[in-house]
């Protein structure tokens, strides 16, 4: 008798539990007052849509999609998340709603694109947690394959969070500004020069900029090495050869 009985809790303990009400993602979830609620989130909600899921106090926030699973599944919701995401980011307004199963966003699409996790002002350097994998309809004619090539660049431009990166979107980071005192370096099979000298022009790392020797006032061409310096002769030949570029990280 004990052993019929502990088959059948057993039994019962292992049957799967009955689904709820099948919902799915908005792929364009944003909400309106600050407060992500399963209606911002799931079409398909019903009466569980007012339920609160978590706060936004920024342009957006981001959630983990296991515990949004978690939160629809005790409101009696079923969401299988089939996709795999494991982030959610919800946006205020109309802004799109990013999803990922790489461990950042991503829209439903087919294709895997680098966005901007957070929205960049002109200039900013671009840092490694600035960027995430997604999942889009489409990607950017230029978009990067690899985000060392977006690492450590400057935003030519105001940058909005969740857009796709573009090459254009960026510029290597300006090491030289116009009108700064530089020292110019010469160097050549065992032979060093240096000389101070005022920059005509801003410049990256690599690009070449018109610089004027403090002491004979002659204007020359340099090619910009690094904060505050540049080469001439040989060298500045290498430098843009070489195409580096000067990475802030």
């Known amino acids: 008798m004990k052993r019929a009985l502990l088959a059948a809790v057993l039994t019962f303990c292992a049957a799967p539990a009955l689904a ?6 908005r792929p364009d979830a944003t909400d309106a007052d600050g407060v992500v609620t399963l209606g911002d989130l799931f079409d398909g909600a019903g ?3 007012g339920t609160p899921v978590a706060a936004r106090s920024g342009r957006m926030v981001v959630l983990d999609a296991r515990a ?13 998340n089939a996709e795999g995401l494991s982030r959610i980011v919800v946006q205020s307004g109309a802004a799109s709603a990013l999803a990922s199963g790489t461990g950042a966003s991503a829209v439903r ?14 200039g900013e350097v671009v840092q490694p947690q600035d960027l995430v994998w997604t999942r889009a309809a489409a990607a ?32 290597a980071p300006q090491v030289i500004k116009a009108g ?6 010469y160097e050549n099979e065992g ?7 005022k920059a005509m022009a801003a410049a990256a790392v690599g690009e070449t900029f018109a610089v004027q020797n ?12 690094g904060p505050g310096q540049a080469v001439v002769g040989p060298a500045a030949d290498r430098l843009k050869a070489s195409a580096t570029r000067y990475a802030l990280r």
Not at 20 to 25: E, I, P, R, S, Y
Request: net charge positive; hydrophobic share 55%.
């Open 20 to 25: 709820g009400q099948a919902v799915t993602l």
């Open 47 to 49: 009466a569980a849509a």
């Open 68 to 80: 949004v699973q978690a939160a629809a599944r005790r409101a009696g919701l079923d969401w299988a």
């Open 109 to 122: 699409g087919n294709v895997e694109v680098l966005s901007y996790a957070r929205s960049l002002s002109a």
């Open 140 to 171: 950017p004619a230029d978009a990067p394959n690899d985000a060392e090539q977006v690492i450590g660049m400057a935003a030519r431009r105001p940058l909005r969070a969740g857009a796709a990166v573009s090459a254009r979107d960026v510029s």
């Open 180 to 185: 700064e005192m530089i020292s110019v370096v």
């Open 191 to 197: 032979i060093s020069l240096s000389l101070q000298a």
């Open 214 to 225: 403090t002491a004979s006032k002659k204007v020359l061409q340099a090619v910009a090495s």
